[in-house]
């Protein structure tokens, strides 16, 4: 029995599956409570993805609301252009397509940033791709296509449960079963140790690159789907703090872990829901909770059993 | 041709600004390798230290007058100091020999808390005040170029704090312990310097330029905000890293640069909506085609 639940294709049908089902239920569910769950899938597609890059291959990127904003600006122009010239009904055929589209131009600038990242490690990386985001930001906010800086509005609602979850299914299997794979392993050897990864024969810079690549396709799905969800966006909502958001979930999952970062997805996307009277005080105490973290539990919150042996270098 | 010189003093005083925190950025890499990411904030608490103490030192001095200035200066560059070392021995002191990442997500945080707490209604709310004036204002003309006294003195300020810090770097004792620290803080540390007092000295002193930068920003521009140390901070390391991180006269010098091309850029048609994104452009070229930047030496990584 436990070896059929570990199959992870198996467990992939039934996180389908189960989508479909609650999908199906959504129309009787409360309208706010059926966003903030659409919250979380999104969330964990953010999480999952950004894990890759940041846990798995030990890369540190800041510039995830960055590849997620291309998705969502690429795939809320398809639709919007669709809405337009083809009408109500062709527009729900054009809803995946986007998404997809969203995702690959997302990717394509993940390979843009992968490829000079090849070249930088740890905080030059990290502030690269915080400089990519802004551009990217600084770049919407003046093309005129794009809305500039007040951005797209009346992008259709057609974001659902069945769609989140599916993708949000799809993009951890994806990650699980590529990180799994003897492929995979490439990117814990670049993450463990660089220098003795590419003295194996592993080509880290084509690792960093995948990385880069297929975590911000899934940062793309994950800006389409919140464009559809959201029905307004702007250059604003994509801003440094949406990254830092994804980062401290990563963080707080313990880095490299899926589950743990799933969950982290989870409780931060409802802990501002049911904290609505410290609203304020959200950031502060995000804040404060990376520094303890950093300084007495640095593996991550929801990380329990063997410890990584820390690396001083 | 008026126009393009008279941009070149805004450029210069921007540049100043931006040089004064870089070389924080950048000693603090020399002695620690890694990015003090709230360095920023420490010059937006400078630009705020400054903002209330004026009221208070007007009491004694009448502001706007040079001896109040000095005043407020010296005060805020004192405030800083001790900011930035209680930060380092906060936050950063438990974790050293931690992994880069480890310190570098930690200086992220400090940012956050200190930008979200100043925020708050309880300390400076996050709407924009006004910065008082703390010069008699006046104009004035130099081979040809008009200055008006803020100008002036941000520059003439840059430069002697550049030349005080030159030489405490280059001719005192605790110039040379930095110097050694930075170079191979383990065989420094054999050789009897105290690590840790001069991290902590280089925090302080890092610092104390970032207040005088904030004091000479919020003159300039006047308008000051608790979000303001982040673009300014980042700007500030791209200046950093466009001279060479760890190299001092490199940091001035990018920072003097990337103020140039910003107020030209900002000045252009077309170009100046992309203004801020100047930068990052900036950072990734030179990251691209000579990470040493241009005045750095160029490092053999060790295994």
């Not at chain 1, 398809?78 to 690959?104: D, N, R, Y």
């Not at chain 2, 950025?25 to 103490?53: E, K, Q, W």
């Not at chain 2, 048609?269 to 452009?281: P, Q």
Request: with cysteine; hydrophobic share 55%; proline share 3%.
């Amino acid at each position: 029995m436990s070896r059929i639940l570990k199959d992870p294709r198996l467990l992939l049908l039934i996180a389908i599956v189960a989508a479909v089902i609650t999908g199906l239920g959504a129309d009787q569910m409360n309208l706010y409570y059926r966003g903030v769950i659409i919250d979380i899938g999104i969330a964990i597609i953010l999480a999952v993805s950004l894990n890759l890059i940041n846990g798995h291959t030990g890369q540190f990127s800041l510039g995830h609301a960055g590849f997620m904003s291309v998705g969502a600006y690429v795939a809320a122009m398809i639709t919007l252009a669709a809405q337009k010239s083809m009408g109500a009904e062709v527009l729900a055929w054009m809803f995946l397509p986007a998404l997809l589209v969203g995702g690959l131009v997302a990717a394509l600038a993940g390979l843009l940033v992968g490829i000079p990242s090849l070249r930088l490690r740890g905080d030059y990386l990290a502030i690269v791709t915080l400089g990519f985001g802004e551009i990217i930001r600084v770049i919407f906010q003046n093309v005129e296509a794009a809305g500039g800086a007040s951005g797209l509005s009346g992008i259709p609602r057609m974001t659902g449960l069945t769609w989140t979850f599916i993708l949000a299914a799809i993009a951890v299997y994806v990650v699980g079963c590529l990180v799994n794979s003897t492929y995979g392993r490439g990117f814990i050897a670049v993450h463990d140790d660089e220098v003795a990864a590419s003295s194996m024969g592993l080509n880290p810079t084509r690792y960093k690159v995948t990385a880069f690549v297929i975590g911000a396709f899934f940062a793309g799905i994950a800006g389409g789907l919140f464009a559809h969800h959201k029905t307004t966006i702007n250059p604003q909502v994509f801003d440094f703090m949406k990254s830092f958001e994804v980062v401290v979930m990563v963080i707080l999952g313990g880095m490299g872990r899926t589950g743990g970062v799933i969950l982290a997805a989870i409780i931060l996307t409802l802990a501002p829901e049911f904290l609505r009277a410290v609203a304020e005080y959200r950031m502060i105490i995000y804040a404060l909770l990376i520094i303890f973290l950093m300084i007495a539990r640095p593996q991550g919150l929801f990380h329990f059993g063997r410890k990584r042996k820390p690396l001083t270098h | 041709m008026n126009e393009i010189s008279q941009q070149l003093v805004n450029g210069l005083a921007l540049g100043s600004v931006y040089a004064l925190i870089a070389i924080g950025y950048t000693m603090v890499y020399g002695v620690l390798r890694f990015i003090n990411f709230a360095h920023g904030d420490v010059f937006m608490l400078g630009s705020f230290a400054g903002f209330y103490l004026a009221p208070q030192i007007a009491k004694w001095f009448p502001l706007p007058s040079w001896g109040g200035w000095v005043a407020v200066m010296a005060a805020t560059m004192i405030i800083c100091a001790i900011i930035g070392i209680v930060i380092e021995l906060l936050a950063y002191r438990p974790l050293r020999n931690r992994p880069k990442l480890t310190v570098l997500i930690t200086a992220i945080g400090v940012s956050l808390l200190i930008q979200y707490t100043c925020q708050h209604q309880a300390f400076f709310g996050a709407s924009q005040k006004a910065f008082p004036p703390l010069l008699p204002s006046g104009n004035f003309s130099l081979g040809g170029l008009s200055f008006n006294t803020t100008q002036f003195v941000v520059l003439g300020v840059t430069l002697v704090l550049l030349a005080a810090l030159t030489f405490i770097v280059k001719k005192t004792r605790i110039g040379m312990a930095m110097r050694a620290v930075s170079h191979n803080s383990a065989a420094a540390s054999l050789m009897g310097i105290s690590n840790s007092f001069i991290i902590s000295f280089t925090f302080g002193l890092g610092s104390a330029l970032a207040g005088a930068g904030g004091i000479l920003y919020g003159m300039t521009y006047t308008g000051i905000e608790p979000l303001m140390g982040v673009s300014v901070g980042l700007k500030a390391f791209v200046a950093a890293v466009l001279g060479g991180i760890g190299n001092l006269p490199g940091a001035a010098l990018g920072g003097l640069l990337l103020g140039i091309v910003e107020t030209y850029a900002g000045g252009m048609s077309g170009v100046s909506t992309y203004r801020d994104g100047i930068a990052f452009a900036i950072l990734i070229l030179i990251l691209i085609f000579k990470p040493t930047g241009l005045l750095g030496s160029k490092q053999i990584e060790k295994v």
